[in-house]
């Protein structure tokens, strides 16, 4: 009965719910409350991103309105530089040096191959690439850190012309153009001229005026030191430019300002005559006014060829100067430091002379040798059997080493240091090149600072004839000649005659940096005759057998340092290798240049550097006298 009553019930149930449709009814109004769900979800949604966009664009339109404004300008507004042209370099006769011109190169922003393949076809069509080639091409196009591929290096613009008839295939192809450096004497003024060099993140901290907009600077040399003349002022275009980054118009130009021209106090026939007589020598010479300073020669030999330089030097020609044994990159003018040698005895005579240790006539025995107290090796003169008695001319005429021992050891280190610095022996010349050295004037407080050691009575006997310690630059030893030859009239070595632009010139003026160092005249006239003896007395002279020049009288001093060289061979052991030096004036009466030679490891002075020196100076007084007085 109850299963019956459950089952009536459950029929009665179904036969409402299908007369009245509630099961429907039901279903309806949940989908009902759904749909308003949703609905209010979504119209909440759709507010809260209006609000968002409308907050962005508020922002845009009024807050950061400047700003995007100058974004956008940016982006169709591009900088373009005019480089300068740089200014040449002249001898002081006026003749080339240095010049810049210009080369093309044709180039292909990567931006706007669209095809590669199809580039490439039409590449090989218009340069008639081979199978290399245009891998090479298709390498470029591929390698992500180049912006620009580069179809032909230095063409002409002739040949551009030609080629541009083709544009058509190749519409992404452009025109670069290079300013280069050209140098005359590529090697006879390597050393002197230095070069040029695209512009790299140090040349802002060691490059005096770099300004923007400039790709190449001077590196070494005079390009470096003057390159605030020669640089010039870059300019620029403000160009604008599409979405295609197509240039539109030209907003705005700033043309550049050429660099100005520089004339050298070098000569360029006797720089190239002088750079020739050291052949397949190692060595420094310096041709020099003493009366103005003006260098008409100045030679590091060997020397290098600088365009390579300028152009961009391979690894290979740079290594091949590196490891060259007879170092082509290095200046010795301006970076070597020798031992004078034999040619500090003229200079150590008038010291001698001024402080009252001898007189013109005091005599010392020179027996070949000389002992000092203490020591068991007698300090040897160059002359085994010795000079016999001699005084201070024929000492300095003979180079006699005895002589100037016994000087040192009366002088004292003290005195010989102190009276030596006035002819600038341990300090710089403050010629017109960056990196000169100061050479080394030795004391008994450098020693002990430098060496932690005292002082020792032989090392006095050494400094006494040029050796020790002692070392001195090519532009020092030159300098001090000059003081001799113009009485004590100090210049400053200099090699800038003056700057040119727009017919305006800048002239340097010696007597700005001219003074007066106080040497006494009895004295200096003492030693410069003993100088002329070294060359006219047959009896003693060093370099007596010198061929004479005709009608031309000139005073020296030769040189020969000692120094310690490793054996070119595979032992490892030291030997001595000497170097060969020579100082001179010329005319000995009035002199107007002074001449120093120094060979390195030449050997003897007077063999070796004395007759480079006498082949300079008949040079000079036949070729470029008369032009060096009009100036």
Not at 394 to 399: D, E, F, P, T, Y
Not at 400 to 418: K, P, Q, W
Request: net charge positive.
């Amino acid at each position: 009965m109850a299963s019956k009553h459950r089952n009536e019930i459950i029929r009665k149930k179904q036969r409402f719910e299908e007369k009245t449709g509630w099961e429907s009814i039901n279903d309806h109004s949940l989908d009902r409350a759904s749909h308003k769900l949703r609905a209010l979800f979504a119209i909440v949604v759709v507010f809260l991103i209006s609000l968002f966009y409308l907050n962005h664009i508020y922002k845009i339109q009024i807050t950061d309105h400047q700003l995007y404004t100058l974004k956008a300008e940016d982006n169709r507004i591009r900088i373009r530089p005019i480089e300068s042209i740089r200014g040449s370099i002249f001898d002081r006769n006026g003749n080339m040096l240095a010049e810049s011109y210009d080369t093309f190169d044709i180039i292909a922003k990567k931006e706007k191959i669209l095809s590669i393949d199809e580039f490439i076809i039409n590449a090989s069509k218009v340069f008639n690439l081979n199978k290399n080639q245009q891998e090479q091409i298709h390498n470029q196009i591929k390698n992500k850190k180049l912006k620009e591929i580069t179809l032909k290096k230095d063409t002409t613009l002739e040949e551009f012309t030609k080629l541009s008839v083709d544009q058509y295939l190749l519409p992404e192809m452009e025109l670069i153009i290079n300013s280069n450096r050209r140098y005359i004497y590529p090697e006879a003024m390597s050393h002197l001229l230095g070069y040029t060099g695209k512009l790299s993140e140090s040349d802002f901290d060691s490059v005096v005026d770099v300004k923007d907009g400039m790709t190449h600077v001077g590196k070494i040399g005079i390009e470096r030191f003057y390159q605030n003349l020669l640089s010039g002022s870059p300019g620029y275009e403000k160009l604008e430019t599409n979405a295609n980054n197509e240039i539109i118009r030209v907003l705005e130009k700033k043309s550049a300002l050429r660099g100005q021209d520089i004339y050298l106090t070098i000569d360029s026939k006797l720089q190239n005559y002088s750079y020739n007589l050291l052949k397949d020598k190692e060595g420094t010479i310096i041709v020099m006014n003493p009366h103005n300073g003006d260098i008409l020669s100045f030679i590091s030999h060997p020397g290098y060829d600088n365009n390579l330089f300028a152009k961009g030097i391979s690894s290979k020609d740079y290594k091949r100067l590196l490891n060259d044994k007879s170092k082509p990159l290095f200046n010795r003018v301006l970076f070597g430091q020798y031992p004078p040698g034999s040619t500090i005895k003229p200079f150590f005579g008038i010291v001698a002379l001024e402080e009252g240790i001898i007189d013109k006539t005091k005599v010392f025995a020179c027996t070949g040798a000389y002992k000092l107290e203490n020591y068991k090796r007698p300090f040897k003169c160059w002359k085994k059997d010795g000079h016999m008695d001699v005084n201070l001319s024929s000492a300095v005429a003979s180079s006699c080493d005895v002589f100037f021992y016994r000087l040192a050891e009366t002088s004292g280190i003290d005195l010989m240091h102190n009276k030596l610095k006035k002819f600038g022996f341990g300090e710089k010349t403050f010629i017109d090149l960056y990196g000169e050295r100061k050479g080394l004037l030795p004391s008994r407080e450098w020693k002990n600072q430098s060496r932690q050691a005292p002082w020792y009575p032989g090392e006095t006997l050494n400094v006494g004839i040029g050796q020790g310690y002692f070392l001195t630059t090519p532009l020092q030893l030159a300098n001090a000649t000059s003081l001799l030859a113009s009485g004590g009239d100090s210049v400053t070595p200099h090699l800038f005659l003056k700057s040119s632009i727009n017919n305006k010139e800048q002239i340097y003026n010696y007597n700005d940096n001219k003074t007066f160092i106080n040497i006494d005249i009895d004295s200096l006239h003492i030693v410069n005759e003993a100088m002329w003896r070294v060359i006219y007395d047959n009896d003693v002279g060093t370099a007596s057998h010198l061929k004479k020049i005709e009608g031309i009288e000139f005073a020296g001093k030769t040189g020969t340092a000692q120094v310690y060289n490793l054996d070119k061979g595979k032992t490892g052991t030291k030997s001595l290798q000497d170097h060969a030096l020579f100082i001179s004036f010329a005319p000995f009466e009035s002199p107007e240049i002074i001449v120093s030679v120094i060979v390195d490891n030449g050997g003897s002075g007077s063999a070796v550097a004395a007759p480079i020196a006498r082949d300079i100076i008949n040079f000079y007084f036949k070729n470029i006298k008369t032009k060096v007085a009009k100036q």
